[in-house]
């Protein structure tokens, strides 16, 4: 095996695949398919953006392991994570005459990752799927984990399934071609992960954020292996997010509030950034985590060129907006909030005032670039 190869097992019940991190590895895609899958037919969804970029590798890569390659691609921002854009999607498919043992490929981000695995999931009732991230966020978040879905006008993500990849490639050199607001926005993830689950991890992140920004192909691919293997191992306790997977939700109550008012002018990764700020506050005000640690969270985040604050949002309908996450409980909002950096628990009895002070707290500091 390649030495730069990194691979994480993940074990959830009824499904088992690894997760592959190796830069270069977007040239071996069809011989890693071929091996998972004896189909005479593959299926790529991307995006017009990636699909211009990375297309054109994978299914050359496809069609010299013997796939008969079809391709969707679709529009690329949160704004187009519809049913109607899955609409287009099936269409491509089933006029193609994509079979129950045809794997699909997600090429692309978070966006295209969720629409692809929805596609997957409900066409034909199931077919395979295989996860190729191409962003930071995608690769040590969306692609893990099985969840798929689309967006609502109502809130995010509140249309989907559980549908678990065969497998997850990841090539930490397509990072290359990402623009810089999108790197940032996956490194909020990075520094989630930490917050909730290794207080070693955070503080070596604190010591080498500047690596990570400036592109260190090698140090990327640990980075991304880190996470991977953080998300990997709180799935696999719980797939169908039950009890500690909401863990992962840290910072996105807020956050995915803030997104959907915004009506995603930001990116996902600013809104988690400020989420886990907001979230900080309110387990502050509640006397759950010390001030030193709330301050050692936004340092990483402003380190990360990540925002902290500057909202100009309407406060009240963002808190309105809460009301409407899919994680709302028998009526009640359920926050994630610190104890320690490393430790995170559920609450679902944050009094309001709390909640509305914490948003209030983001208007107050000046946004990272």
Same mark, same amino acid.
């Given at each position: 095996?390649?030495?730069?190869?990194?691979?994480?097992?993940?074990? +959830?019940?009824?499904?088992?695949?690894?997760?592959? %991190?190796?830069?270069?590895?977007?040239?071996?895609?069809?011989?890693?398919?071929? *091996?998972?899958?004896?189909? #005479?037919?593959?299926?790529?969804?991307? /995006?017009?953006?990636?699909?211009?970029?990375?297309?054109?590798?994978?299914?050359?890569?496809?069609?010299?392991?013997?796939?008969?390659?079809?391709?969707?691609?679709?529009?690329?921002?949160?704004?187009?994570?519809?049913?109607?854009?899955?609409?287009?999607?099936?269409?491509?498919?089933?006029?193609?005459?994509?079979?129950?043992?045809?794997?699909?490929?997600?090429?692309?981000?978070?966006?295209?990752?969720?629409?692809?695995?929805?596609?997957?999931?409900?066409?034909?009732?199931?077919?395979?799927?295989?996860?190729?991230?191409?962003?930071?966020?995608?690769?040590?978040?969306?692609?893990?984990?099985? *969840?798929?879905?689309?967006?609502?006008?109502?809130?995010?993500? !509140?249309?989907?399934?559980?549908?678990?990849?065969?497998?997850?490639?990841? /090539?930490?050199?397509?990072? #290359?071609? !990402?623009?810089?607001?999108?790197?940032?926005?996956?490194?909020?993830?990075?520094?989630?992960?930490?917050? +909730?689950?290794?207080?070693?991890?955070?503080?070596?992140?604190?010591?080498?954020?500047?690596? $990570?920004?400036?592109?260190?192909? /090698?140090?990327?691919?640990?980075?991304?292996?880190?996470? %991977?293997?953080?998300?990997?191992?709180?799935?696999?306790?719980?797939?169908?997010?039950?009890?500690?997977?909401?863990?992962?939700?840290?910072?996105?109550?807020?956050?995915?509030?803030?997104?959907?008012?915004?009506?995603?002018?930001?990116?996902?990764?600013?809104?988690?950034?400020?989420?886990?700020?907001?979230?900080?506050?309110?387990?502050?005000?509640?006397?759950?985590?010390?001030?030193?640690?709330?301050?050692?969270?936004? $340092?990483?985040?402003?380190?990360?060129?990540?925002?902290?604050?500057?909202?100009?949002?309407?406060?009240?309908?963002?808190?309105?907006?809460?009301?409407?996450? #899919?994680?709302? *409980?028998?009526? #009640?909002?359920?926050?994630?909030?610190?104890?320690?950096?490393?430790?995170?628990?559920?609450?679902? /009895? %944050?009094?309001?005032?709390?909640?509305?002070?914490?948003?209030?707290?983001?208007?107050?500091?000046?946004?990272?670039?």
């Amino acid at each position: 095996m390649d030495p730069k190869t990194r691979t994480i097992h993940t074990a +959830i019940p009824g499904s088992e695949y690894d997760i592959t %991190v190796r830069p270069g590895l977007l040239a071996e895609v069809g011989d890693m398919v071929r *091996k998972l899958s004896p189909s #005479k037919k593959a299926a790529i969804i991307t /995006d017009d953006v990636v699909g211009a970029i990375h297309g054109s590798a994978v299914e050359s890569s496809l069609r010299a392991a013997g796939f008969a390659v079809a391709v969707a691609t679709v529009p690329s921002g949160e704004k187009n994570k519809t049913l109607a854009t899955i609409s287009t999607i099936y269409d491509t498919l089933l006029t193609w005459g994509i079979e129950r043992t045809t794997p699909v490929l997600a090429l692309g981000g978070g966006v295209v990752g969720d629409m692809a695995g929805f596609s997957a999931a409900t066409v034909l009732r199931g077919v395979p799927f295989v996860q190729i991230p191409t962003t930071l966020l995608a690769m040590v978040d969306a692609s893990v984990g099985g *969840k798929t879905g689309v967006d609502h006008a109502v809130g995010k993500n !509140l249309i989907g399934a559980f549908h678990q990849p065969i497998a997850v490639l990841i /090539d930490p050199a397509a990072l #290359k071609t !990402l623009p810089p607001r999108e790197l940032r926005s996956g490194l909020a993830e990075c520094i989630k992960h930490d917050i +909730i689950r290794d207080a070693d991890g955070f503080a070596d992140l604190e010591r080498e954020i500047h690596r $990570a920004l400036s592109l260190d192909i /090698d140090y990327l691919a640990s980075l991304v292996a880190h996470n %991977v293997a953080i998300k990997a191992r709180v799935v696999a306790a719980d797939p169908f997010e039950k009890g500690e997977r909401a863990h992962l939700n840290f910072g996105h109550t807020f956050g995915h509030a803030i997104e959907t008012v915004s009506n995603y002018s930001y990116t996902h990764g600013q809104c988690v950034a400020l989420g886990m700020v907001a979230a900080c506050h309110a387990a502050k005000a509640l006397g759950m985590i010390d001030q030193p640690s709330c301050d050692r969270v936004a $340092a990483l985040t402003r380190a990360a060129e990540l925002p902290t604050g500057g909202l100009t949002l309407p406060i009240d309908t963002v808190v309105s907006a809460m009301i409407y996450d #899919k994680k709302v *409980k028998a009526g #009640k909002v359920r926050f994630v909030l610190p104890t320690t950096i490393g430790h995170v628990t559920v609450r679902d /009895d %944050v009094p309001a005032g709390v909640v509305r002070d914490a948003v209030s707290s983001l208007t107050s500091q000046t946004p990272a670039p």
